[in-house]
């Protein structure tokens, strides 16, 4: 059975606040919708993923994510971040896995071994990010209803409530983006294009 992978995305101008400063003022709101780009580009291309569902309210990320070949659904106007992936989730049937819009560097292979292993986790499963406190990624277990804790402490309030911890060595899939640092790292594991070339602009148009 092949998951559906739902990828939330705020308003450009409202997301990444602490990534401020890692490119020029005037680019922060590309470097974004990029990453948020190759992730989704990178989950399409993924064995074992059927679709990749964006939930966003920013039509300039509508517009790029379907230019990809995912699906956009308008995020709800109340409750948040777990309220739109609740939301998306309730677009979709079969297996379902929730994934962050900062992970520049997702290698298919990685995603592919972590859905692998999550579809055996009775109860449903997540991965926690490379410092072990956020959730990078989240699945239901199959037939049952996706549960979304994300905020301060993912990882263990996804396993407070029943999901089983897997911590594979996937590392393009568990260093997501939220400093400049976590961008230098992203960059070294590999960047997709889109990233890449606003980093490329970057350097090539000084910062004023």
Same mark, same amino acid.
Do not use: R, S
């Given at each position: 059975m092949e998951w559906s992978v739902l990828v939330p995305v705020k308003r450009l101008a409202a997301a990444k606040t602490r990534l401020r400063g890692a490119v020029g003022a005037e680019r922060h709101e590309s470097l974004v919708l990029a990453?948020?780009?190759? @992730?989704?580009? =990178? =989950?399409? =291309? @993924?064995v074992g993923v059927g679709g990749v569902v964006v939930v966003t309210a920013d039509p300039t990320v509508t517009a790029a994510v379907t230019a990809l070949g995912a699906r956009a659904v308008p995020e709800p106007a109340l409750g948040g971040l777990n309220a739109a992936l609740a939301h998306a989730a309730s677009t979709v049937v079969g297996r379902i896995a929730a994934l962050p819009a900062d992970l520049p560097a997702l290698r298919g292979d990685h995603l592919s071994a972590a859905l692998r292993a999550l579809? @055996?986790?009775? #109860? $449903? $499963?997540?991965?926690?990010?490379?410092? #072990? @406190? $956020?959730t990078v990624l989240l699945a239901a277990a199959a037939g049952e209803r996706l549960i979304p804790r994300f905020g301060p402490g993912s990882a263990a309030a996804h396993g407070h409530g029943g999901a089983r911890r897997l911590e594979g060595d996937w590392p393009s899939l568990r260093h997501d983006v939220d400093t400049a640092a976590d961008l230098a790292v992203a960059v070294a594991l590999g960047a997709g294009p889109h990233t890449r070339a606003v980093l490329r602009a970057d350097v090539a148009v000084p910062h004023r």
């Open positions: 990453m948020a780009q190759d @992730t989704v580009a =990178a =989950a399409l =291309a @993924t579809a @055996t986790a009775a #109860g $449903g $499963g997540y991965v926690p990010d490379a410092a #072990g @406190t $956020g």
